[in-house]
């Protein structure tokens, strides 16, 4: 099938105005994902906050013993933000009623109320990686909240108002 129109001979240049529109999109593109995003939380409030949205959390997901993995606490500046990672809280088991990418629509409905209370948008369609299935949302201080199947929540990347970015500087 032949095209018709105009073509380019071998060697043309674009026009000006597509190759700024194509560097404006990779721009923009890259920038999207930057920064902690939001407004920062106080220092003080910090690991107060965060383990009440684990602890309402995991109360609703009940049946399930859930234990935070201290180890996975992290304070760091990045890009001359303060971002606070709360951890990793593990079930000993699988979530009950998800299975691949079913059941998380009931588990949204459970969970959502309860992750609008804390300032978090509701859980998103499930996404996989390998053969491992999650959900996540982000609140107004850019944390990032994923639950997967095998029973791990994870919070990570709050922004946070500190004068020094340190473990002590959250009461750690």
Do not use: K
């Amino acid at each position: 099938m032949e095209r018709t129109g105009a073509r380019r001979a071998e060697g043309a240049r674009r026009p000006a105005w597509t190759a700024r529109s194509g560097v404006l999109g990779a721009i923009l593109l890259l920038t999207a994902g930057c920064g902690g995003g939001g407004d920062p939380l106080p220092a003080e409030e910090a690991v107060a906050h965060y383990d009440a949205v684990a602890e309402a959390l995991t109360a609703e997901l009940s049946g399930q013993e859930w234990t935070l993995q201290e180890n996975q606490r992290s304070v760091e500046e990045e890009g001359g933000a303060c971002l606070y990672s709360p951890g990793v809280w593990n079930a000993g088991d699988p979530l009950e009623g998800v299975s691949g990418d079913q059941g998380w629509d009931d588990l949204a409905a459970q969970l959502d109320p309860v992750l609008s209370e804390h300032g978090f948008e509701d859980l998103g369609a499930p996404s996989r990686s390998g053969a491992l299935h999650s959900v996540s949302t982000q609140d107004d201080h850019g944390t990032e909240l994923v639950l997967d199947e095998q029973g791990r929540l994870s919070l990570r990347g709050a922004l946070i108002d500190a004068e020094t970015c340190t473990p002590g500087a959250l009461g750690l």
